[in-house]
């Protein structure tokens, strides 16, 4: 028999569980630990990531009379004897009217980050200098499992390269790879070349690379850039590549970038939502993988994004949570207790595993949430507790009487 003192103990834990099980479930995943989220603000997969992850790896040639179609012409890693020779690619490889209908191109057939079951996808065409390239990423393979940021060092050299496929992946491979690292990179293009590209419009895309690398000069010339791109911005109101310019601005002169976002940014009227957005990244990035030793004074300017977007409540709690910054439970009790903060259930339950987290911590005692949208959420939880693994169980039952069928 439980003793009354246990089970009461047990009962008041009960709530406490099932809200930490529930944030986790809802909790979006994050991003790769290498991505760089100014560089790329939606990780991309990148055509190494199907080449590591392949069971088959072969140049193929498309057909003529079938252009969704391609033929096996030379197997570079694996088997085909399974898949055979010709295999359908869901997009037609003929984009581009001065190559011609003989041109070849390396495919791989397995399963990558966004997708669990295999399928093929077209890697890159097949010129000299790629499939050399592609030869050395699977030599390193096995090395890049162990020491991930070797990847991104590796590419880091051909930033510059002459051949315009290759220097496309090596921008995208280093822009994926964690701020931190990117700090590594000075000089590994000239800042010279770096203004110019900034110039240039056709390069927009990796413009924010670009600007986090120049920050890394020690040139007068390009920290007066560098402050007078966020300035102008905060005239304008305008966002493009805001983010990387304040993260650049905060990571050559901090004391005085975070004093500008302040006065500018956090006072006064609020700010358009992009803006903000673009802040907060900013913001995210030095406290994670930056300058680490001001995550107390980016939590005092979370606070303010806070009362302009509450709906950026979930985006805030997954840094507080990792940095166990808990001051800010006030400001997030109020926003979960306001019916007009936009919150979804699925941040709400992430904002009360941050109270209840917070209030073990600072051992407050208080309510997390408002009780009305305490108890709806329970449900919701309970509900989905039990409806998961029965739904999951029906499927498993239906897929398994398909195949004896």
């Keep these: 028999m439980i003793p009354t003192a246990t089970y009461q103990h047990q009962c008041k834990s009960l709530p406490r569980i099932l809200w930490v099980t529930a944030a986790l479930m809802f909790i979006p995943p994050l991003p790769p630990a290498r991505a760089c989220l100014i560089c790329l603000p939606v990780p991309t997969v990148s055509p190494v990531d199907y080449l590591l992850g392949a069971h088959l790896i072969v140049v193929a040639r498309e057909d003529s009379g079938a252009p969704y179609w391609l033929t096996t012409t030379e197997i570079l890693s694996g088997d085909t004897t399974r898949l055979g020779r010709s295999f359908f690619l869901e997009a037609p490889l003929l984009t581009d009217p001065s190559l011609g209908r003989n041109r070849e191109v390396i495919c791989a057939y397995g399963p990558h980050e966004e997708i669990s079951h295999p399928e093929w996808a077209r890697v890159g065409n097949a010129d000299g200098d790629f499939r050399l390239l592609v030869t050395e990423i699977l030599q390193n393979r096995v090395q890049w499992q162990l020491n991930p940021g070797e990847r991104a060092t590796y590419f880091s050299s051909y930033l510059d390269h002459q051949n315009q496929q290759i220097r496309a992946l090596a921008h995208l491979e280093v822009a994926r790879a964690p701020y931190d690292q990117i700090r590594e990179f000075k000089g590994i293009l000239p800042f010279t070349q770096l203004r110019s590209s900034l110039q240039d419009f056709r390069l927009t895309d990796w413009h924010p690379l670009y600007i986090l690398l120049l920050a890394l000069s020690e040139e007068p010339e390009d920290l007066a850039l560098i402050s007078s791109k966020v300035r102008s911005a905060a005239n304008t109101g305008l966002s493009l590549h805001l983010a990387a310019w304040v993260t650049a601005w905060i990571e050559v002169e901090p004391e005085t970038a975070l004093q500008f976002l302040n006065r500018e940014y956090f006072s006064g009227s609020p700010r358009d939502h992009a803006e903000s957005r673009a802040i907060f990244r900013a913001l995210s990035v030095h406290g994670n993988r930056g300058h680490q030793h001001l995550q107390e004074r980016i939590t005092e300017a979370y606070r303010h994004i806070l009362s302009q977007h509450p709906q950026m409540a979930s985006e805030v709690v997954r840094d507080l949570m990792m940095w166990e910054q808990w001051g800010l439970a006030d400001s997030l009790r109020s926003v979960t ?45 309970l509900l989905l507790l039990v409806a998961f693994p029965a739904g999951l169980s029906l499927y498993r039952w239906q897929e398994k009487r398909a195949k004896i069928q």
């Design 337 to 381: 207790a306001n019916p007009k903060s936009g919150l979804d259930q699925a941040s709400l339950l992430q904002v009360a595993a941050y109270l209840r987290k917070a209030e073990d911590a600072l051992g407050t005692g208080q309510h997390d949430i408002h009780p009305k949208v305490h108890w709806n959420l329970l449900l919701s939880v």
